[in-house]
């Protein structure tokens, strides 16, 4: 997700084609092209120009109610719900990609968790976080924790907090219990149980992007892949 204003515009996106199998958007404004997965303007007057990320997460209906009871959830349009596709994935699988991945242990189109955080990027198979819910890693500086609440759902935090790492492991479905202070945080990457409550300091989040492993490994070429 990006934000749409950039050097004092605010654009207007269209979906003009697909670029290596991606979306690829033309702005009304300038008739700049932008590649959707990376929010870099690819051709035209602004090429080179960079949208700023906006973070944004995979969440269940109830999780989300949950967690913002006042917010609002985009529907389908009324009278045209059965113009909606909702198994293409399976007919997109068959598809040839335009990335050789031959040389690396994951298939093209293998489900891929991706981040990208202290001058590193890393993917992380759908399958391994399905089977192993909460992961530790580093990458580069940055200590990490993914945490998946099952599907799609899934969070990355920076899990240093006033500059030291966080050892976390999970408490209960819910919540993740650090080592030292024996603190609970949430899937806000919040503390809501023990010491850290008194500070309120949340946990940075890092974006996290559901990507087959070719297209994934085309906008991140030095991209390595998590392994126990």
Known sequence: MWARAIQGKT?????????????LMRD?????????????CIAGPMKGAQLERVHNDELTVARFQRESPAGQVLLRERGRVGSYERDWEPGIDKLPTVVDTSDSPLPPRALVAGIAVGGQARAYEASQLAAERVILDE???????????GGRMVRAFDRRIDGKALLLAPAD?????DAKTGSLWDFRGCPVEGPHVRSKDCMETVPVLWDYWFDWRLYNPSTS???R
């Open 225 to 227: 892949i998590y392994s």
């Open 28 to 40: 009304e404004e300038t008739g700049s092209f932008w590649q959707q997965v990376s929010g870099e």
């Open 11 to 23: 654009l207007t996106f269209h979906l003009a084609g697909i670029h290596n199998q991606n979306f």
């Open 173 to 177: 479905p819910e919540h993740l219990r």
């Open 139 to 149: 990458l580069g500086d940055v200590p990490v924790v993914l945490w998946s609440g």
